[in-house]
């Protein structure tokens, strides 16, 4: 076969291919003003292209809970779906707008008629639908309804609906979000942690075809403790003393996950993990806006 036709045949093959998936990033839990801030400049120009950008938002108030403004101040930076966890409930104001927010889901395994809904379907270009799960898990947490049970329920539901699902599994047990993964493997796209606010090394595709990683780490200050302020941390930990957790100072990171997806079968195709550092102007203790003071890390 003559070389261009070949050319020709693979450049097609490529670009039907690339038509075929849509690509879904997921940013891991924002924490506070740092956490927006580094959202803000990450998604101004130095992200990859996504068909659909989801956060957890569950501690994008100061640390604790969301508030109506945080979550508009990330929609304008260009994050159009939030999942949460168990500071979903910190902030009372919560309560008053989480059933009136748009593709805003808080974990699914809570008692029969909490505020909020623990899924979605979200919208996304060409008509394209999106279905978006929470659970927490109960290892080490609170003792709610089992999250395979609850997620399994709700796969079958929205299926009805897309083959392209993702869950947010926001758990501190790796045992418990592996074993979330295997078990829905072939019935999701993906599945992604949360909640640990430290990111895992271990993205990979399961055998059925759902993209899965431990944790996509936190959206945040960098050398806090997991966000958090490193002396109040140590007055509880080295001390044994009552503290109040602030959120850290100084650069603040941005660690999540990409995944491409087959918008036919709804499989995974590829999962590739995305961090990204910011550099403060120090003489203003803010952060920069000059692209060659931010470091793109991964
Ligand atoms: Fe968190
Ligand atoms: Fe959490």
Do not use: W
């Not at 699902?165 to 949360?194: C, F, N, P, Q």
């Not at 100084?250 to 990409?258: K, T």
């Amino acid at each position: 076969m003559c070389k261009v036709v070949l050319f020709c045949i693979v450049r097609y093959s490529l670009a039907m291919d690339l038509q075929n998936n849509i690509s879904v990033l997921f940013l891991g839990d924002v924490i506070g003003k740092p956490g927006r801030r580094v959202i803000k400049q990450y998604l101004a120009g130095h992200a990859p292209k996504a068909d659909l950008i989801i956060a957890n938002a569950e501690n994008a108030a100061h640390g604790f809970g969301t508030t109506e403004s945080n979550l508009q101040e990330l929609r304008d930076a260009g994050v159009q779906a939030f999942t949460g966890g168990n500071h979903t409930f910190d902030r009372k104001e919560i309560f008053e707008f989480i059933d009136q927010q748009q593709n805003v889901i808080r974990p699914a395994n809570y008692p029969a008629g909490t505020p909020g809904s623990g899924s979605c379907i979200v919208e996304i270009a060409d008509g394209i639908k999106v279905g978006l799960i929470n659970v927490l898990g109960r290892v080490f947490m609170e003792p709610l309804e089992s999250p395979f049970l609850v997620a399994e329920k709700l796969i079958e539901q929205l299926s009805a609906e897309t083959k392209i699902i993702i869950v947010d599994m926001h758990a501190e047990a790796t045992a418990e979000k592996i074993a979330l993964g295997l078990y829905l493997d072939g019935r999701v796209s993906a599945v992604v942690g949360t909640h640990t606010h430290v990111q895992t090394a271990d993205e990979r595709i399961l055998p059925n075809g759902t993209a899965f990683l431990t944790d996509a780490g936190c959206c945040g200050p960098a050398n806090g403790v997991i966000g958090m302020d490193q002396a109040a941390v140590f007055r509880r930990m080295v001390k044994q003393l009552p503290s109040r957790f602030e959120v850290a100072e100084g650069p603040a990171m941005v660690n999540g996950v990409v995944f491409d997806i087959d918008k036919t079968t709804g499989k995974a195709s590829a999962i590739r993990r995305v961090q990204f550092k910011e550099i403060l102007d120090e003489a203003e203790n803010q952060a920069t806006t000059d692209s060659s003071k931010l470091s793109k890390i991964v």
